[in-house]
Every structure is written in structure tokens, then in C-alpha cells.
T-cell receptor, first 112, second 115 residues
């Protein structure tokens, strides 16, 4: 079975540019989560969706961050404009509600 | 709000040594508890989980953990570790049943097994 698929795996861009991270959850899973991992703060929940609806976005650091889930098989996390302090590994995870979350391989983002 | 504390940020052991990684959480309600492992450059993989029932749970790769409600603890154990266990280990908690809520993670424990 295909797991959670994230793209790109690596992204390097200059500050001020728009960054879009993508996630395809496991088929049949109805909950999707975005996490950020940094050395200083560890793993933090940014936002999660149940049935494509955002449930809790209290972890989104500021208005520069936005996330969408237009359908059950696709979600995006967008940063506009990007800043060097946004550099991190961003993980997407999904679950069908009754089981633990399955994580994607992550996107390693570097903002120069 | 929940919080998860992992007491040891770095642990160095020799092969065949016994392992115990500490995890405490702060939340007074019903929790689900997890241990994930992250090998270098890879995604998080579930080692084991506790939802309810027997507080001693067994996971993959010979790991186990014990939920002690009175101590708000969920320590990870393995009787004998191999070099391949070198990785980052994360304890996590969620409030509701089944993991449909977001996870709160500890800062992680970097485990190094020396041959």
C-alpha cells in the first residue's frame, strides 16, 4: 500500500518567495495533519483536517502560513512570503480516526 | 493544554544493554499514548501505542512500554538493544480516542548504541 506521499522532498528557495508543500494522504483516511520539526522546538502540530474541514489551526505560526484540503486525497501547506526562520522539515500525517497516524517522508525546506 | 516531557535528550548505550526512556505527560483526562522512532533522514514510524486496557503494551522490534496513570508516565523499554536501534525516539499523546486529534510530541531522545 502507498503511504502518505509528500512533495517535494527538498525545497531550497530565497526569502520572500512563495512555498507550496503538498501531501497525499493514505486512501480512505479521513484525517490529515501537518507538523513542523525543528531542532529548537521539536515536532509541532500546525493544523489538522477531519473530512477535509480544518479543525484546529492554532499551531499555525502566523498569517504567512495557510493550508487547504480541497478534497480527500490532497492537501497543501503554503508559506507566503517565506522567511529563513521557516526552514524546517514539514511532515504530513493521516489516519482513519481509529488508528495511529501514519507519517510521510517529510519536506526539508531551506529558506535562504 | 497537554505537554510531554522526555527526560533524556541524549542516551548512549553499549550493545546488549537494557534500555529505558522516560516519558511523562501533563493532562488530566483520558489520553492515548504513542512512541515513534525516527531513523536518520526518515519519517516517523510507530513503535507502539496505548489506547486502553492492559497498561503494558508490546510493540515492534521488541520494544514495550508501561502506562502508569498515577505517575502520568509511559516509559519505553527494551531488554537488550542492538546497534540498529540508533535513532531518535519520540513520545506523543493525544486527547481523544483513536488518534483523530493532533499529537503533542516530546522533544525526543537521541539514542546512540555503540558497538
Amino acid at each position: 500500500d502507498a503511504g502518505v506521499i509528500q512533495s517535494p522532498r527538498h525545497e531550497v528557495t530565497e526569502m520572500g518567495q512563495e512555498v507550496t508543500l503538498r501531501c497525499k494522504p493514505i486512501s480512505g483516511h479521513n484525517s490529515l495533519f501537518w507538523y513542523r520539526q525543528t531542532m529548537m522546538r521539536g515536532l509541532e502540530l500546525l493544523i489538522y483536517f477531519n473530512n477535509n474541514v480544518p479543525i484546529d489551526d492554532s499551531g499555525m505560526p502566523e498569517d504567512r502560513f495557510s493550508a487547504k484540503m480541497p478534497n480527500a486525497s490532497f492537501s497543501t501547506l503554503k508559506i507566503q512570503p517565506s522567511e529563513p526562520r521557516d526552514s524546517a522539515v514539514y511532515f504530513c500525517a493521516s489516519t482513519d480516526g481509529g488508528q495511529p497516524q501514519h507519517f510521510g517522508d517529510g519536506t526539508r525546506l531551506s529558506i535562504l | 493544554a497537554q505537554s510531554v516531557s522526555q527526560h533524556n535528550h541524549h542516551v548512549i548505550l553499549s550493545e546488549a544493554a537494557s534500555l529505558e526512556l522516560g516519558c511523562n505527560y501533563s493532562y488530566g483526562g483520558t489520553v492515548n499514548l504513542f512512541w515513534y522512532v525516527q531513523y536518520p533522514g526518515q519519517h516517523l514510524q510507530l513503535l507502539l501505542k496505548y489506547f486502553s486496557g492492559d497498561p503494558l503494551v508490546k510493540g515492534i522490534k521488541g520494544f514495550e512500554a508501561e502506562f502508569i496513570k498515577s505517575k502520568f508516565s509511559f516509559n519505553l523499554r527494551k531488554p537488550s538493544v542492538q546497534w540498529s536501534a540508533t535513532a531518535e525516539y519520540f513520545c506523543a499523546v493525544s486527547e481523544s480516542g483513536g488518534g483523530a486529534d493532533g499529537l503533542t510530541f516530546g522533544k525526543g531522545t537521541h539514542l546512540i548504541i555503540q558497538p
